[in-house]
């Protein structure tokens, strides 16, 4: 059968599943949230990576279904990370370009919200630069409706696109995700230093969260916070993982 064809019959069977990466506080390194991560565990074959899934489920148009039960799972998924952790966290949760242009996205977003009973402002939507540029009057309306609803949005893989500041003026953004390939030769190259530099110091003249991806060891992170980075998520602090071994980690926090 075709991957294709396989991925139709694995949302019936129920094989796609969400890691959570904690994103730590880059100060007292105390979990503030979640990244889902969106994997397919096929029989006789394992986990599949989203890079060798997403792209063909954004083209069939599968990644409207998938990319709804990811939201609704994630956002009633933190709900039970609350409830171990006793006090208030967030999840961020990737959308697609094709989710982003389906005029039933809102509405989804709206239901995940009621259903899980989430406060607007513990969901943040992880978007790409791509996404705002192609589209810039559709991203507005969009954009302004879910910042209505107290939802965050966030750049992903910040730097790594159109690089255009535009949107930073003209849209309703609370959230800057350093990619990793600023973050893995740091603090030793002084060009991925002085690149974080400005996008830290941006992000603090225009009110900005930071979110310093791929960060696997402790110098980078001692530069980051150093340098105003507000939060941290990779491997140093820790991997995307199964709810049940989160769950356990929060209920051992005092
Ligand atoms: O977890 P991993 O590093 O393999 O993820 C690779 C990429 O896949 C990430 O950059 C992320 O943007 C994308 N991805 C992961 N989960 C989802 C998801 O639920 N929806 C979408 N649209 N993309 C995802
Ligand atoms: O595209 P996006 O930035 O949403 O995806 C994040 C991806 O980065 C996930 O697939 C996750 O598995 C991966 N990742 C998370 N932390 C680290 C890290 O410290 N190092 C590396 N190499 N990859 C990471
Ligand atoms: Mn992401
Ligand atoms: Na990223």
Redesign the pocket.
């Known amino acids: 059968v075709s991957m294709e064809a396989a991925m139709f019959e694995a949302v019936r069977n129920g094989e796609f599943l969400l890691h959570y990466?904690p994103i730590v506080d880059a100060q007292t390194r105390q979990i503030m949230g979640f990244?889902a991560?969106m994997r397919w565990m096929r029989p006789d074959i394992g986990l599949v990576p989203?890079n060798q899934f997403i792209p063909m489920a954004e083209d069939n148009g599968l990644i409207n279904l998938l990319g709804a039960w990811a939201l609704k799972s994630a956002c009633v998924q933190l709900k039970r990370f609350e409830e171990a952790a006793g006090r208030q966290l967030y999840v961020s949760v990737?959308v697609s370009p094709r989710q982003f242009r389906n005029d039933q996205f809102l509405g989804m977003m709206d239901e995940a919200l009621k259903l899980s009973g989430l406060e607007g402002h513990q969901l943040m939507l992880?978007i790409t630069e791509g996404i705002l540029m192609s589209d810039p009057e559709h991203a507005e309306v969009l954009l302004n409706k879910i910042a209505e609803r107290g939802v965050r949005i966030a750049i992903?893989?910040f730097g790594t696109g159109y690089s255009s500041l535009i949107y930073l003026k003209r849209f309703p953004i609370a959230a800057l995700?350093i990619d990793?390939t600023f973050i893995k030769d740091l603090p030793a190259s002084v060009k991925d230093a002085a690149i974080c530099n400005v996008i830290l110091n941006l992000a603090g003249s225009l009110n900005l969260q930071t979110v310093a991806?791929?960060?696997?060891n402790e110098q980078q992170l001692a530069f980051l916070s150093t340098q105003g980075c507000s939060l941290i998520?990779?491997?140093?602090t820790g991997y995307?993982s199964l709810p049940d071994s989160l769950i356990d980690i929060l209920e051992a926090e005092t």
């Open positions: 990466q990244e991560l989203p990737n992880e992903d893989d995700k990793r991806e791929g960060v696997e998520q990779g491997f140093h995307p």
